[in-house]
């Protein structure tokens, strides 16, 4: 049903890589969700006061604030898709990022006010009236949040919207906090006290979890998070793919919101290629990869020694000393050059165990010596890189 709404209202639905269908997609989305929680608040609110529940009253509010949730992405999607401009350069795809943490604080209010609210009914118990016909409209209000779920998951996937994302979880958590006020209710019609405000606390306490889960989740990729294996597979792959490109490192994308990520590399070639060549091969490789993963991405190319059976040599020995350091660190870069006096030995260093400079520092010192130790005309030159990846 839901395939079949969307190539209803959304033209040439297929095409998510076109920023005008991914924005319809996520207004769909945020309309369908809106009506829904709006008929689900009046409902429950009309049934909570009824019923004189705390429980339901706040299960009421919480869809009250998702249908703000849904404005809040429709609006994000609208704004995101707009051009880059001279403030802009690339683009304002991030907003839908800060839609998601808009989405995220919302939740955090609602639940606390819904805390605070449940906290007095546990202090002021009241009688809950409970009927059976209340009990199936809660029950089938479940099977709205499902249907829900379902759309902002299929939306999420299609489109890989982070906020159509957050909407799912959020949507979920309704399945599973409305489940429990009618158990709450069931519960307290038999038993010689009300649970009805400890189940309230219970659901606000849920609500606000799911909230600083959310609002986590959405900070963490403000704030730049490794890029996902498959995409540094696919880059990888790509680049690789090419026979003059014998080893890369020094990958970092960044994100800039949906349809505007960045990347930039290194790109090991033999020392002695002929550099009109390489700069043809690298041209493809960037062409290539914007059009198989929509990434534009920078190429820096690397001359290494690859005919030369010294340095290959010395290589290994090299890398055996740095495993015995640290067995997650590895090279790159690695290049000789040699004088009468000395041979100067200069790779980058990439440490992936540690982040403390002193433990790295004491492990890069260790790698010298032991360098050293192997020939007094060696002299390493090494440089620590950062690892941006997992």
């Known amino acids: 049903m839901i395939k079949f709404l969307t190539k209803i209202f959304i033209k040439d639905s297929d095409n998510v890589s076109d920023k005008n269908v991914r924005q319809d997609y996520c207004i769909f989305g945020g309309a369908a969700g809106a009506v829904c929680n709006l008929l689900l608040f009046a409902l429950k609110l009309a049934i909570g006061t009824i019923m004189n529940s705390i429980a339901v009253t706040s299960d009421a509010f919480n869809n009250l604030s998702d249908m703000g949730s849904c404005l809040v992405a429709i609006i994000g999607a609208k704004m995101s ?72 998951n299929y939306i999420a996937k299609k489109i890989n919207s982070t906020v159509m994302k957050a909407s799912a979880k959020d949507s979920i958590n309704d399945v599973i906090s409305t489940s429990a006020v009618i158990l709450s209710a069931i519960a307290g019609y038999f038993l010689p006290f009300s649970i009805d405000g400890i189940v309230g606390v219970m659901v606000a306490a849920y609500i606000m979890y799911g909230g600083i889960d959310l609002a986590k989740e959405t900070i963490d990729i403000l704030l730049g998070q490794p890029p996902a294996r498959e995409v540094t597979d696919s880059l990888e792959k790509i680049l690789l793919s090419k026979e003059d490109i014998v080893g890369i490192h020094d990958l970092i994308v960044h ?78 870069d690695f290049r000789i050059s040699e004088t009468d006096e000395k041979i100067s030995i200069t790779f980058d260093l990439v440490i992936k165990s540690t982040h403390d400079p002193k433990k790295i520092e004491n492990i890069k010192n260790n790698i010298v010596e032991k360098i050293k130790e192997m020939d007094k005309k060696y002299n390493p030159v090494i440089t620590v890189d950062e690892f941006f990846n997992e």
């Open 81 to 152: 898709t707009r051009m880059p401009d001279r403030e802009h350069p690339f683009g304002h795809g991030r907003i839908e990022y800060i839609s998601s943490l808009i989405v995220s604080f919302i939740i955090l209010l609602v639940g606390f006010e819904l805390l605070r609210s449940s906290a007095d009914k546990m202090l002021h118990p009241e009688e809950i009236d409970l009927s059976v016909v209340m009990i199936i409209i809660l029950i089938a209000s479940l099977s709205v949040k499902l249907w829900m779920f379902f759309c902002y």
């Open 255 to 332: 994100d800039y919101g949906p349809g505007r990520v960045f990347a930039s590399v290194h790109a090991e070639v033999a020392d002695d290629s002929e550099i009109v060549h390489i700069h043809d091969v690298v041209d493809s490789a960037e062409r290539e990869i914007l059009s198989e993963t929509g990434i534009q991405i920078v190429i820096h190319i690397d001359p290494v020694p690859v005919n030369d059976s010294f340095a290959e040599e010395l290589k290994c020995s090299v890398l055996e000393i740095v495993n015995s350091a640290d067995d997650t660190a590895g090279i790159h």
